[in-house]
């Protein structure tokens, strides 16, 4: 699909910005079909953390996100949406990992927030999203309605079902992670993904990363059309185990249609060893047409793919627990 994209005029000016716009699509290879050879969807849903999930809330959670404007890191629009993110934590075990970045652009704050909630099992299941927007876009309207908003809104609706519950498995970590967005377009591997280089350095030296079973990240999830990819950067056991999670739950035809190797917030933890596995709908418009654009705006989403990830993490979390 990448290499068609160079062949014609219109495409050309599309590569550019695709090229320019990707953190990922490295080695993008060619679709494979699946036949799901696990047949029936199970029926009704048992897990009462999974079925209570609230994808109208989720979205509730997405438009008051997007409504404080473009939140390139270093902006008062960040701090605001920092603060959106604490105060729906108010209450949980939080934690800030706050350090400054030096960039090529300059030296920025950056902030991880973490919230904790334990369980009875000896690990922890990190649930991941970058809650900055494109720095490159910072003086357009760009707003990351899918790429940044989104995902974090998906994670504070995780927190809601979370919350106040004695969780019978592993601890959950859900981590809004920051700085993620490449500080230059083309995306450039070594001036983005701050906050989770940093996180992740910082827990392994801490002793804290041999803990994490599985970081689970979530990106560009809120797309309308839905079709997450087969990640080749991710952890093929953990991918395996969502496709069983979606399968349970009736969700399959929204997976691992394509397979490609996605450059992404979990490299860090890749790198260093622990499962993961990356959540992320790479064809957001047609080609992709929206990534990336001022066209990322709400009107793109749907509350049912809001409700298809989170449920099948929630899923994936259970599976888990028992593996
Ligand atoms: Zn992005």
Not at 17 to 41: D, R, T, Y
Not at 102 to 113: A, H, L, S
Not at 129 to 145: F, K, M, W
Request: aromatic letters at 8%; hydrophobic letters at 40%; a negative charge.
């Amino acid at each position: 699909m990448t290499r068609v994209i160079f062949s014609t005029g219109r495409a050309f000016a599309f590569a550019a910005f695709v090229i320019g716009a990707l953190m990922l699509c490295a080695q993008e290879m060619p679709a494979v079909h699946h036949k799901h050879a696990s047949g029936e969807p199970v029926g009704a849903e048992k897990d009462s953390l999974v079925a209570s999930f609230n994808e109208s809330r989720a979205m509730e959670y997405v438009k008051e996100i997007v409504a404080l404007g473009p939140r390139p890191i270093g902006s008062a629009n960040h701090k605001k949406v920092e603060d959106y993110i604490l105060r729906h934590l108010k209450g949980d075990a939080v934690e800030s990992d706050n350090f400054v970045a030096d960039t090529r652009e300059g030296r920025f704050p950056v902030r991880n927030i973490i919230a904790k909630f334990p369980g009875t099992q000896d690990g922890i299941i990190v649930i991941a999203s970058h809650y900055d927007t494109n720095y490159p876009l910072r003086n357009t309207s760009y707003i990351g309605a899918n790429d940044g908003a989104s995902s974090s809104a998906l994670l504070l609706e995780i927190a809601n079902q979370l919350r106040g519950k004695k969780r019978d498995g592993y601890s959950i970590w859900l981590l809004w992670d920051d700085a993620e967005e490449s500080m230059q377009m083309p995306w450039n591997s070594s001036e983005s993904l701050y906050g989770v280089r940093h996180i992740a350095e910082k827990w392994q030296s801490d002793g804290t990363l041999k803990r994490v079973k599985a970081f689970l990240l979530a990106d560009m999830i809120g797309d309308s059309d839905l079709n997450i990819e087969r990640d080749t950067n991710s952890t093929p056991w953990l991918e395996d185990l969502i496709l069983q999670a979606a399968t349970s739950l009736g969700f399959q035809s929204h997976f691992f249609a394509r397979t490609m190797a996605v450059e992404d917030d979990h490299l860090p933890f890749i790198h260093k060893g622990v499962p993961c596995a990356d959540l992320i709908d790479f064809n957001y418009g047609y080609n992709d047409v929206f990534h990336h654009t001022t066209q990322d705006t709400v009107d793109k989403l749907s509350t049912k793919s809001l409700k298809i990830v989170g449920q099948v993490i929630l899923k994936t979390v259970g599976l888990l627990d028992k593996r």
